[in-house]
Every structure is written in structure tokens, then in C-alpha cells.
């Protein structure tokens, strides 16, 4: 007896999926060992993410399944989704929560560029401190130092 | 109104004004029934997926803290354990895929050999996992306040900071999995006795499907947790 709602999935499908889900196991360890840097994580992520889809849609069939049971789903995972971002927003963010100055960092780093601008239009007589700084009088006393060390 | 002590002659396919024996009196028909089931599941799964994602938070905040911290320590973990745990589990999730395909169509020993199949290969993943967790202990890399890593390739731990807060999380959330793959056991191993006894057949069939759905998402949280323990 075959009622609309009990789909059954043929056995070469579930075939196909398990060949799936092992090649996608192989590929995330073997991508494991590629240096990825930033990427790594994502694409870890990634990759089980399309492990669980597929485990989701083929093994759990939820695909042939009646919807009610897909929207929970899919409200629950957009509520995982809530729980980590609002989290994140939160925890990742604590050290520049901790600025308690009355300016603003908008002000502070508006006040930083102007000092540096500042810093930018000081003549560049006024910040001669080492003796290279002179090339005009003294430069011919260094090349005459540099001309014994060679000799 | 069929009562209890009033038995009902054996459902037959042919005749629907009898009530069969697995359908309840509240509802209309086995089909709402079913949907009524499966449905109720699926809440059951969020909440087991709200549970875990407690702990998928955890991890991502600490991680997010201390990144270094995680690079190196699960640098420790053994991969070539953990794969075979993932092959492992995902072939277990293939085993109660087929245990449903065969009950549809009303074969039921092979519905209770893979049913049997998917037990072993649980039994296999806690036996390998049992080894994981010994080589850790033996080498002090235990939870929390106890971490006092030595010996092999686990005494550089001593030196990176924070690194007990990856073995806490490490511990909590494959415990927790753990415990869902020996409920798990337990679960398969009590549909497989029913269908043994031919309480099922493609007429009715709930355990059987619900207990896949619950094996299904154990499957899932372990295919996150393995690349985010072991290979990140």
C-alpha cells in the first residue's frame, strides 16, 4: 500500500547519498591538510553544512515530507542562527564595549587623524635629530668617514 | 468505540471500518496519526538541536576568544579516529535509512538486520570513541580544573593558555553526543525487538521511522563536530 504521504525512497537514492556524504567526508579532512588560513574554517563549515543538508533532505526526507514538518525545521535552524549571531555580536565585541570615554571613537579617531595631519605639517627643518638629517654641512664629513672605512 | 478489553479482529488491508489495531481512538485515521507523530518528532529534534547549539555557541564564542588556543589543541585529537567515526556513524545513519526502506515495503527481516546493522555500528563508535577518551585521560588532558596535560604529544598543551577550556568543551559536547548515541542503542534496540515480534509492517511503521529521525540528527551533530574538534 503506497498512501501519498509515505514516500519511499528508492534504495539506489539512499546509495547515492551515503557515496555523497563518505566523498564529502574524504574531502574535508583532506582539505584539512591544505593551509587555508582564514578560509579553513569556513570551508569546514561548509562543508558539513552540505553533509547535513543532504542528510536532512534525503535520509530524514524531509523533501518528500509533508511541509508542516519543514517549516519547523526551518524555524528552528533560523532560531540556532538568532542564538549564534546575537551571541557573537555580544562576546566579539566586548573590548570596545569597554570604552568608557565620554568622546565617542568616532571623535577619538577624528581627533587621532588631526593630530597626525598636524604632525604631516611640521617643517622638516624642525625634525632634524641625527646628524643624516643634515645632508647640506655635514654631509661631506660622513662621506669622508665612509671613504677611511674602506681604505 | 472499540475498548480495550474489546480486541479487534486482525486489520486486513481490504477492510477500513475496522479499526486497526495500532490506530488510537483520537484520531481519524492512521495517515493523521502518522503526521501527528512525525510532526511531534520534529519539535522533539529542535529542542534536542537548541540543546546542542548551546554548546555549538560555547564553542564558537571561546574559539572567537582564543583562536590560537583551539588551532593547537585540536591539533592533539586523533583524525584518523575521528574519521573512521564519521564513516562509521554515517553508514549506521545509511543501515536506519534501509531499516525504513524494507519495513515499507513489508520486508521485515531485513528491516531487522539493518536495524541490527545500525546497533553494531553504534556499539563501534563508543568503543572507538571509549579508546579516544582513555588516551586522553591516561595523558592528564582531562576537563576544566583538572587539565594537567603530559606526556606524548599533549605536554605542549601545558604551555599554550587556555588550553583546558578546549578539552571542557571537547568533553561536554562528545559526552552529551555520546549519551544521545547510548539512548540511541537503546531506542533501536527495543524497535528491532517489536519488529521481531511483527509489531510492524508497511501499515504501520512509526517507531521505526521516528527512531531513524532521532538517529539521523545524532548523525548530524557529529558531522559538525567533527571537523570543528578535530580538523580546525
Redesign the interface.
Known amino acids: 500500500?503506497s498512501?501519498d504521504?509515505?514516500h519511499?525512497?528508492p534504495?539506489a537514492t539512499?546509495?547515492k547519498v551515503?557515496g555523497g556524504?563518505?566523498f564529502l567526508?574524504v574531502l574535508?579532512?583532506a582539505v584539512?591538510y591544505v593551509p587555508l588560513g582564514p578560509l579553513?574554517?569556513p570551508v569546514?563549515?561548509g562543508?558539513?553544512a552540505t553533509?547535513?543538508t543532504l542528510?536532512?533532505l534525503?535520509?530524514?526526507a524531509l523533501r518528500y515530507?509533508?511541509p508542516?514538518?519543514a517549516l519547523?525545521?526551518t524555524?528552528?535552524?533560523i532560531?540556532?542562527m538568532v542564538?549564534?549571531t546575537f551571541?557573537?555580536i555580544d562576546?566579539?565585541f566586548r573590548g570596545d564595549m569597554g570604552n568608557v570615554d565620554r568622546q565617542t571613537m568616532g571623535e577619538i579617531e577624528r581627533e587621532q587623524e588631526a593630530a597626525q595631519q598636524q604632525q604631516e605639517q611640521i617643517p622638516s627643518e624642525q625634525l632634524r635629530v641625527a646628524p643624516a638629517d643634515y645632508p647640506d654641512d655635514r654631509g661631506a664629513d660622513a662621506g669622508a668617514a665612509s671613504g677611511d672605512g674602506d681604505s | 468505540m472499540a475498548t480495550d478489553t474489546d480486541i479487534a479482529p486482525a486489520p486486513t488491508e481490504t477492510d477500513h471500518h475496522d479499526h486497526p489495531a495500532h490506530l488510537q481512538h483520537h484520531f481519524v485515521s492512521s495517515e493523521q496519526q502518522f503526521d501527528s507523530a512525525k510532526l511531534g518528532m520534529w519539535l522533539f529534534l529542535i529542542t534536542e538541536i537548541l540543546l546542542f547549539s548551546a554548546m555549538f555557541v560555547a564553542y564558537a564564542v571561546y574559539r572567537q576568544w582564543h583562536p590560537e588556543t583551539f588551532v593547537a589543541a585540536s591539533e592533539t585529537l586523533n583524525v584518523t579516529m575521528g574519521t573512521i567515526n564519521t564513516i562509521v556513524l554515517l553508514t549506521s545513519s545509511l543501515t536506519v535509512a534501509l531499516s525504513i526502506h524494507y519495513i515499507q515495503k513489508d520486508e521485515v527481516k531485513k528491516c531487522i538486520y539493518n536495524l541490527g546493522a545500525t546497533l553494531v555500528l553504534a556499539g563501534g563508535f563508543m568503543v572507538i570513541k571509549y579508546f579516544e577518551y582513555t588516551s586522553k585521560f591516561e595523558h592528564g588532558a582531562y576537563p576544566g580544573g583538572m587539565f594537567d596535560p603530559h606526556g606524548g604529544h599533549y605536554a605542549q598543551l601545558a604551555d599554550v593558555p587556555f588550553a583546558s577550556q578546549f578539552f571542557s568543551i571537547y568533553f561536554v559536547m562528545t559526552g552529551i553526543h555520546g549519551l544521545h548515541v547510548i539512548i540511541g542503542m537503546a531506542v533501536i534496540g527495543w524497535v528491532a525487538v517489536r519488529a521481531w515480534m511483527g509489531s510492524f509492517s508497511s501499515e504501520y511503521y512509526t517507531p521505526v521511522e521516528l527512531t531513524g529521525l532521532y538517529w539521523h540528527l545524532v548523525d548530524i551533530v557529529w558531522i559538525f563536530l567533527f571537523p570543528m574538534l578535530y580538523l580546525i
Request: no cysteine; net charge neutral.
Open positions: 500500500m498512501d504521504g509515505h519511499i525512497l534504495k539512499l546509495l551515503f556524504l563518505i567526508t574535508t579532512v584539512a579553513a574554517v569546514a563549515i562543508i558539513a553533509k547535513a542528510v536532512v534525503y535520509f530524514m515530507d509533508n508542516v514538518n519547523t525545521f524555524i528552528g535552524i532560531m540556532v542564538f549564534i551571541t557573537m562576546t566579539a
